[in-house]
């Protein structure tokens, strides 16, 4: 999120940073989505949320979408996601303190996900929906 800053010739300049993070889909969905083009193409790998260094396992406090299809029996029609965020418009977010994401390349240091992830983030439900991450 990003407030106090103007939109001018296309782009938001000015202002500051108050959150930045990440969210997450239910593996199911996010394996329904990847079955459809152009996703079908992608060669790279998914990564489940079980074996994700960001994703901490909390639900929607921790970023996991609510995601419903727009079209029931036509999951090529898109979903709609939803999720309740609580932000600080007073805060400014240096981005620093998290990263990572997904699992690390064959050799690579393995170790607990970084702190500084929100968690305090109200909650509407802790109810799967789908997300992919590549």
């Known amino acids: 999120m990003h407030t106090g800053g103007e939109k ?3 782009t938001y300049e000015g202002g500051k940073v108050n959150f930045t993070g990440q969210f997450f889909f239910d593996d199911d969905i996010a394996a329904e989505v990847q079955a459809l083009e152009p996703y079908s193409k992608h060669t790279g790998s998914y ?3 079980a ?3 960001v994703y901490d396992g909390g639900g929607a406090s921790s970023g996991l979408l609510t995601l419903k299809p727009v079209h029931k029996k036509d ?3 898109g979903f709609k996601g939803s999720i309740i965020l609580g932000i600080d418009p007073d805060a ?5 303190g998290s990263g990572g994401g997904g699992t690390p390349p064959s050799g690579a ?4 996900p970084p702190s500084g992830a929100p968690s305090d983030a109200p909650s509407d439900s802790a109810s799967p929906s789908a997300s992919a991450s590549s």
Request: avoid cysteine; aromatic fraction near 0%.
């Open 8 to 10: 001018a010739d296309g």
């Open 47 to 49: 990564t489940k949320l």
């Open 75 to 77: 999951p090529s029609k």
């Open 92 to 96: 400014e977010s240096t981005g620093a």
């Open 51 to 53: 074996d994700d260094m």
């Open 109 to 112: 240091p393995t170790g607990t």
